[in-house]
């Protein structure tokens, strides 16, 4: 199913979630994934870079690539051995990259809400990817 903006069930199917993973691309279309701590706020995705050891003498590799090149996935699913509980959305989108500003602040204080271990780290300073949500894609059963 396509749709425009999530529904409400596919909001809901994303706040009770809590993993997902974005895709990037570079300027030359070669893809990367990686697991992601997200917020859903109107029309936008969020997901902030955090202090988890990770490189520090170039930038991240998904900020890298949406500078190049902004088209962007954010896919949330759910696995069960049960076949008929499975279901994933895929949020498409351009992203931007917001480096501080009131926006900035809105999304980290809700990330922070929806994941306490970001009441402990320092993330004020640190880029937050927001996701101009575009498209919609859903499949399965969204229901708890």
């Known amino acids: 199913m396509m749709i425009a903006m999530p529904t409400v069930a596919q ?17 030359k279309g070669v893809p990367h994934l990686v697991p992601v701590c997200y917020a859903v ?5 969020y997901i902030t870079i955090d202090e988890k ?3 520090t003498d170039i930038p991240l590799k998904r900020l890298r690539n949406i500078r190049k090149n902004p088209a962007v996935a954010l ?3 759910r696995w069960d051995e049960d076949w008929s509980r499975l279901a994933w959305i895929m ?7 917001l480096e501080s500003g009131a926006e ?3 999304a980290q204080a809700r990330l922070r809400e929806r994941y306490p271990q970001y009441r402990t780290m ?7 990817i ?10 399965g059963d969204l229901s708890d």
């Open 53 to 55: 050891p990770k490189r």
């Open 104 to 106: 900035h602040d809105m």
């Open 75 to 77: 896919t949330v699913d």
């Open 41 to 45: 706020i109107g029309q936008s995705a």
């Open 11 to 27: 909001y809901r199917f994303l706040d009770l979630s809590r993993v997902g993973r974005l895709a990037t691309a570079d300027a």
């Open 130 to 139: 927001a996701i101009r949500i575009d498209r919609v894609l859903s499949w």
């Open 122 to 128: 320092d993330i004020a300073p640190l880029p937050t």
């Open 91 to 97: 949020l498409r989108g351009h992203a931007e990259i």
